[in-house]
């Protein structure tokens, strides 16, 4: 017979959830999204085991599992709120939408804010682009990493936006366009708001390139080679990344 005191295997193991933005008040009981629900589920999580519950705006609560009918929910306590992060907006020219939405997880997991498809010369008519009615899903791929990261804030992810509209449409005082034949970056202020393009495979064309010169855009080079837009949307969001400050839950 087991000695007194020992805990039930998995009883302490700690589970990462979210609940829907908004819904986390402190000492109250939070429903699960469905998705989390079935994860719990083939987890064989139990009744009782401690919960982080996430709403992806800035809100963390640390509770417990507890049985809602045949599913489960969480029990919370204090609610922490964490400010939104300095703006960092990644316009990438994204010709496929299974990488695009690989880069959407990295994406949360780095700390960008706003990840926007761009509309290019070069991937308009890609038959595996990306189209509005993508968004959600990516949207959902973007909430899911943040569990893995315990990033407060996901990121949202907009639709295909035009070239034009979105240089126009830039207001950070830090703007790169990544160029391979630039210099490196300089050092960005650790709350400083940063705007990135990347083009897509084969570039953008002088006419797009020239929109974001215009719009106060600096050439910047992200690697010494040539990359897919995907790895090179990455590599600019581990630079910025690098120089936020150090989160804490």
């Known amino acids: 017979m087991a000695s007194g005191g020992a805990s039930p295997r998995g009883q302490d193991e700690m589970h990462t959830v979210l609940a829907a933005p908004g819904t986390l008040?402190?000492?109250?009981?939070?429903?699960?999204?469905?998705?989390?629900?079935?994860?719990?589920?083939?987890?064989?999580?139990?009744?009782g085991q401690p919960v982080r519950v996430l709403d992806g705006e800035g809100a963390i609560?640390?509770?417990?599992?507890v049985r809602k009918g045949k599913d489960f929910a969480a029990v919370i306590g204090v609610v922490q709120r964490r400010p939104?992060?300095?703006?960092?907006?990644?316009?990438?020219?994204?010709?496929?939408?299974?990488?695009?939405?690989?880069?959407?997880?990295?994406?949360?997991?780095?700390?960008?804010?706003?990840?926007?498809?761009?509309l290019t010369e070069r991937t308009r008519s890609v038959a595996v682009g990306i189209r509005e009615n993508h968004?959600?899903?990516?949207?959902?791929?973007?909430?899911?990493?943040?569990k893995q990261s315990l990033a407060p804030w996901s990121?949202?992810?907009?639709?295909?936006?035009?070239?034009?509209?979105?240089?126009?449409?830039a207001?950070?005082?830090?703007?790169?366009?990544?160029?391979?034949?630039?210099?490196?970056?300089l050092p960005i202020p650790p709350e400083g708001e940063v705007t990135v393009v990347v083009g897509p495979e084969g570039g953008l064309t002088d006419l797009e390139r020239g929109a974001f010169l215009e719009a106060g855009f600096t050439p910047v080079r992200l690697a010494p080679d040539l990359l897919r837009f995907e790895t090179a949307a990455l590599a600019a969001a581990a630079v910025v990344a690098s120089q936020r400050p150090r989160r804490t839950l």
């Open 171 to 185: 207001s950070s005082p830090h703007r790169w366009l990544g160029d391979v034949n630039a210099d490196p970056p």
């Open 155 to 169: 990121p949202t992810i907009h639709p295909p936006r035009p070239v034009a509209e979105a240089a126009q449409g």
């Open 61 to 65: 609560a640390d509770g417990k599992l």
């Open 135 to 146: 968004i959600p899903a990516l949207q959902r791929r973007a909430r899911q990493a943040i």
């Open 84 to 118: 939104k992060p300095p703006a960092f907006v990644l316009l990438v020219g994204a010709g496929d939408r299974d990488r695009f939405a690989w880069l959407a997880e990295k994406a949360a997991e780095l700390g960008v804010t706003e990840l926007v498809p761009l």
């Open 25 to 47: 008040q402190d000492n109250s009981t939070v429903s699960l999204e469905e998705e989390e629900r079935y994860h719990l589920r083939v987890r064989r999580a139990e009744a």
